[in-house]
């Protein structure tokens, strides 16, 4: 009996020294994230072709085995060193805004869905789109691919098609018309100087001749339309000046001063069809309808 409480009293000293060694407890370190996240180009695919006047989106999807934290999308845009005759373009890398690319995130940060809004109007040419994914361990993925954009030529049915699906409404109140003050702030705010009101400088009387050039008014001056002689041309006067004038008189098969869908189209297509083959050719086509040269 004597020698089991020896052996009890050597085992609680044993353990007394045991915890009472200055050892830490061990810590588990976690293994760095070391895993890039995954981009998947659903659509387009790569080197695919579409058409400069269709609505387009491009689907992606990124996954990542911790978590997401950022997305960016870059593409090359053209910009150009001249507003509205000679085209001098280079491609240049620019990142997309945050309103042109849609992120579906659902519940979780390891499956995004995004979808990258294309313009309805772009130039032809080739592009490429950089969709950069970021995780929570900053790891970085890349994933490029390049599409192209054509412009075949148009019959009057498929650019009536065409523009009810895009620059009609982008004017249009609702109705299904256009006045002569729709038109009027529609061309004030995207042939001039982006709405602002005219003045008769070197680079407005560029613009003032282009545009009376193209619409066929040759015949009008910037004084009659400048009804109160301030040398700046508003809006209202602009619209006043193109009732006047009789714009898209010719195409207004009622005679109500109001332009339907089709009236106004067939407008724009006799007005750009140049050399009057009955077809817009690409040139025809972009030269209306890009940024530089809005009808």
Not at 49 to 70: A, F, P
Not at 177 to 196: Q, R, T
Not at 254 to 267: G, I, M, V
């Amino acid at each position: 009996m004597e020698k089991l409480n020896w052996l009890y009293l050597f085992l609680f000293a044993f353990t007394i020294a045991a915890c009472d060694d200055g050892a830490e407890p061990s810590l588990v370190v976690p293994e760095p994230d070391t895993v890039h996240p995954v981009v998947s180009i659903k659509s387009p695919a790569d080197n695919d072709t579409l058409l400069v006047y269709e609505q387009n989106e491009i689907k992606v999807n990124i996954t990542d085995n911790k978590g997401l934290s950022d997305v960016r999308v870059y593409v090359d845009v053209l910009v150009c060193d001249d507003m509205y005759f000679d085209f001098n373009c280079i491609p240049t890398p620019q990142e997309m805004p945050d309103e042109a690319v849609s992120i579906s995130k659902g519940n979780s940060s390891l499956n995004w869905n995004l979808t990258i809004h294309i313009p309805s109007v772009m130039f032809i040419g080739t592009y490429t789109y950089i969709v950069e994914a970021v995780d929570r361990q900053q790891n970085v993925t890349k994933s490029s691919f390049t599409f192209t954009v054509l412009a075949p030529d148009l019959d009057l049915a498929s650019f009536s098609t065409i523009f009810s699906q895009g620059a009609f409404e982008n004017i249009d109140n609702g109705d299904g018309f256009l006045n002569y003050d729709e038109l009027g702030a529609a061309f004030h705010a995207n042939v001039f100087h982006g709405g602002e009101d005219m003045e008769t400088g070197a680079d407005d009387e560029d613009y003032w001749n282009w545009f009376v050039q193209l619409h066929g008014l040759e015949n009008q001056i910037w004084s009659d339309w400048d009804t109160n002689g301030d040398d700046i041309m508003q809006p209202k006067e602009f619209s006043s000046g193109l009732e006047k004038a009789g714009f898209l008189a010719e195409w207004d098969l009622n005679k109500d001063h109001l332009f339907s869908q089709e009236e106004f189209a067939n407008y724009l297509f006799h007005r750009l069809d140049l050399d009057g083959d009955g077809m817009l050719s690409s040139n025809e086509y972009l030269y209306g309808f890009t940024s530089n040269h809005w009808l």
